[in-house]
């Protein structure tokens, strides 16, 4: 079965220093991934996908995240933080085992950005 | 996002009510989900549909029936409310692309129901 483990429920960093969101899965499959974010009383905007491609993935606001098979992680990184980063993210994997698109999300992490 | 809509966006209701969430959507997308969002536990599925005559239970049917009106239309209903049942309701919709590994999902922006 596949699944995701965010580590972290809640993370707090200063405006302008790196954000680091850590995400495991596991899969049988050569996996899709995602990362969501969600701000406060807002629906959920996709920063990034992984499709076996580069496991470098660029995405929208300054967000990568790198696909590490050894260590199956997708974490999420951005070398500054704004204020404006303070939402909640998930970590998503695909099954794509079943070919259904239905989504499998981590338990979320809330990042907290201190001016 | 505004190619997704849901309404209601707010709702209480009490117990024992039936109640329908609509979702409507204009980026012409076969596929259509709904999920519950519960803190802590993220977001999960409830029931989803690959086109108009196809609807499938997702992990935590139990209590929620569905209706596919049109390729653009997925209401979820919940015969009989219980308090248990009090959550962040999204709905959403994705295209499976030729070549794509993934298809990514775009989300409306949420219905917040409170059963009393």
């Known amino acids: 079965a596949q699944s995701v483990t965010q580590l972290d429920s809640h993370v707090s960093v200063s405006e302008g220093t790196p954000v680091l969101l850590r995400c495991n899965y596991s899969s049988s499959y050569s996996p899709s991934l995602f990362w969501y974010v969600q701000h406060p009383n807002k629906g959920l905007q996709l920063l990034l996908k992984y499709t076996s491609a580069a496991t470098l993935v660029k995405g929208i606001n300054g967000f990568e995240a790198e696909f590490k098979k050894s260590e199956t992680s997708f974490h999420l990184t951005k070398p500054s933080a704004h204020m404006s980063d303070a939402a909640e993210y998930f970590c998503v994997v695909s099954d794509r085992k079943s070919n259904t698109g239905k989504l499998i999300f981590g338990q979320g992490t809330t990042l907290q950005v201190k001016p | 996002d505004a190619d997704v809509t849901q309404t209601p966006r707010n709702r209480i209701t009490k117990t024992g009510k039936r109640i329908m969430l609509e979702c409507s959507q204009t980026k012409g997308h076969d596929r259509m989900y709904w999920y519950r969002q519960d803190p802590g536990l993220g977001l999960r599925l409830i029931y989803y549909?690959?086109?108009?005559?196809?609807?499938n239970k997702g992990e935590i049917s139990d209590g929620y029936s569905v209706s596919r009106q049109a390729q653009a239309k997925f209401s979820l209903s919940l015969e009989s409310a219980i308090p248990n049942q009090t959550a962040l309701y999204f709905c959403?919709?994705?295209?499976?692309?030729?070549?794509?590994?993934?298809?990514?999902?775009?989300f409306g922006p949420g219905t917040r129901l409170t059963v009393l």
């Open positions: 959403a919709t994705s295209e499976l692309l030729a070549g794509d590994m993934a298809d990514t999902q775009y």
């Open positions: 549909s690959f086109d108009v005559k196809d609807i």
